[in-house]
């Protein structure tokens, strides 16, 4: 029966990771569901997240590697620092230290008091009205040439937010160029170019740790099935949201948000789940 679970955990992390609704609390609610009734944990979740970012490798393998060689080469003195793609690459270093920095200090809080499922449903909550407002109200004029490092950091902070499920690490960070006046397609793509050393950082972090143990309720080999799932689903999910957001807003999203918000609520008032 676990295996079956990790394939479900494994559908829901590649459904929900590049979605503003977080899969760090859909796999922490989801859990509680299941059979086991259990929480994956933090371990489970960052190893399974390393799954859904090599689609993102996969899906951006071009820009990467444009963006990878030219900083190098900046680096070596053969193009200057402001080349765009260079540039790009400074910025997603920069962006990247806050949840490094916060990750590592909070580690004993992430793994216990921020999963809390009272907390996890109140940042449901919170961060889709954030995304309502954002949405609604950012300007929405800015290509992402035209990102500073004030608003790398800014996107930094925002995505370090996530280290609490139900914040979201897309949902943060978009919400954050919304409010920057970046375009949704421009805040939703540096949301996940972002996220790449974050979450392959924590993911190996997590799994050199757990080596040779399980990882919370399930063994390594149920974590890598879901791991290995959540890639398929996450590759097909990356292409959608692109195109969507670019034609839509993210009323979607935030209404679900709140839904579930205050669906995890009614579950918890009448004790048929714990938290």
């Keep these: 029966m676990q295996w079956i679970e990790a394939i479900i955990l494994g559908l ?3 459904l929900t990771e590049f979605l503003p609704v977080s899969s760090s609390a859909h796999l ?7 059979p086991g009734a259990a929480d994956p944990g933090a371990a489970f979740t960052a190893i399974t997240q390393l799954g859904t970012e090599f689609a993102v490798l996969v899906y951006f393998w071009r820009d990467i590697v444009r963006i990878l060689k030219a900083w190098f080469s900046a680096i070596a ?4 620092h402001s080349d765009p793609d260079a540039r790009m690459g400074w910025l997603i270093i920069i962006g990247t230290i806050p949840i490094v920095v916060l990750g590592l200090l909070l580690e004993d809080l992430i793994e ?3 999963r809390t499922l009272w907390l996890t449903a109140t940042m449901l909550v919170i961060f889709a009205v954030l995304l309502a407002v954002a949405d609604a109200y950012g ?3 800015k290509p992402l040439d035209q990102l500073s490092v004030r608003d790398g950091i800014i996107f930094g902070l925002a995505q370090a937010m996530a280290l609490i499920p139900g914040v979201s690490r897309s949902g943060g960070s978009i919400t954050a160029g919304l409010l920057l006046g970046y375009t949704r397609e421009a805040a939703a793509r540096y949301s996940f170019l972002l996220a790449i050393p974050a979450v392959f950082g924590s993911g190996f972090y997590k799994l050199l740790g757990s080596f040779g143990e399980q990882t919370g309720p399930y063994s390594m080999g149920q974590t890598l099935l879901a791991t290995v799932v959540g890639f398929f689903v996450a590759y097909v999910i990356i292409g959608w949201f692109l ?3 670019s034609q839509n807003s993210y009323t979607l999203f935030v209404n679900y948000r709140i839904l579930l918000g205050l669906f995890v609520y009614v579950m918890l008032g009448f004790g048929i789940i714990n938290a």
């Design 112 to 114: 216990s008091v921020f």
């Design 77 to 80: 003195g053969k193009i200057p």
């Design 12 to 14: 829901v992390q590649g």
């Design 28 to 34: 922490r609610i989801v859990g509680e569901f299941l």
């Design 139 to 141: 300007k929405q004029r």
């Design 243 to 245: 195109k969507y957001v």
